[in-house]
């Protein structure tokens, strides 16, 4: 996609937009208004939900009552999408992924992460849509991770440079192993997804800016250093996602759909529903290597 100049949230706003904008907190989330995404964009429109993504950090779009095929297609218009290797996907679609917890699958992505990071390219973004919600609860959060790299202190900041972490797609890896997949079907595994390095600090590809690039869910430990320091320096970058200041909390409704940026925000589904049923797909856009 094209290079932004800017990602000053007033200055977006104040330029000429295709849709109305009703942000959810200063730092992270917006829900852009009066879209139908039915449509077929234009590519004013797209460049503009993009930069907005790029602005943002996580977009949100009410009452979108798509069809897996267009919702195939607004994901394609950022990019290529990915087949998940190891999570359940909608029956002829292997691009759609289908998450669904209910009384027998309590939820389970409430741990702070950003997609796919134990990938050597991980998702650009991933585009959630509702398709069955709780009546009550159910949320998803999201944080902000440039801010949090933003106030970090500056000898953290300074330490951190040039540092790498390894990541693992363990919580998966552990999920085959129940599902009874043999030692050698889970090592053929672990051969095609070898473990990745990625900094520690990225740097967002369009906006230049910095972000924590450590997560709970993937993340084992920082390259080249003692093991006790590696834990605690990634314990308290992963305690960040968790500072409400760099939050915001979005209240789904049936097909309300969430784009968020995997490369600027985290995210945590809250398991709070349980045992009623909630029922999501997602499309995930392929990225390029962290730097
Ligand atoms: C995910 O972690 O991709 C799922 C988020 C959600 O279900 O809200």
């Not at 709780?134 to 959060?141: A, E, F």
């Not at 993340?219 to 605690?232: C, H």
């Not at 308290?236 to 097909?255: G, H, M, V």
Request: net charge negative; with cysteine; charged share 30%.
């Amino acid at each position: 996609m094209s290079q932004m100049i800017s990602n000053n949230a007033d200055e977006f706003e104040n330029s000429d937009l295709p849709f109305k904008v009703n942000r959810l907190s200063p730092n992270i989330g917006a829900e852009l208004l009066e879209l139908d995404l039915k449509n077929s964009l234009d590519s004013e429109t797209k460049k503009k939900i993009y930069e907005a993504l790029l602005v943002y950090k996580v977009i949100f779009f009410r009452n979108q009552n798509l069809t897996t095929e267009e919702h195939l297609k607004f994901g394609r218009h950022f990019g290529e999408l990915e087949v998940h290797p190891f999570a359940p996907y909608k029956e002829g679609f292997p691009e759609v992924l289908n998450i669904t917890h209910n009384e027998k699958n309590k939820g389970k992505e409430n741990v702070w992460h950003s997609d796919v990071t134990w990938r050597e390219k991980p998702s650009l973004g991933s585009i959630l849509r509702m398709i069955e919600g709780p009546q009550i609860g159910g949320d998803t959060l999201f944080s902000d991770m440039q801010t949090a790299y933003d106030k970090l202190p500056e000898d953290i900041k300074n330490k951190l440079e040039g540092a790498i972490a390894v990541h693992d797609f363990v919580g998966f890896r552990k999920l085959l192993i129940k599902k009874g997949k043999t030692t050698e079907e889970v090592e053929a595994f672990n051969k095609k997804y070898p473990n990745p390095e990625h900094p520690v600090i990225r740097t967002h590809p369009d906006t230049k800016k910095k972000a924590i690039y450590v997560n709970k869910a993937f993340t084992q430990y920082i390259k080249g250093w003692e093991e006790n320091e590696s834990k605690s320096m990634l314990d308290f970058l992963y305690s960040q996602a968790a500072i409400p200041e760099y939050q915001c909390r979005f209240i789904w409704e049936k097909d309300s759909i969430a784009f968020w940026d995997n490369r600027s925000c985290q995210h945590y589904a809250v398991s709070d529903y349980w045992p009623q049923v909630r029922k999501v797909e997602r499309v995930t856009v392929i990225g390029d290597t962290p730097y």
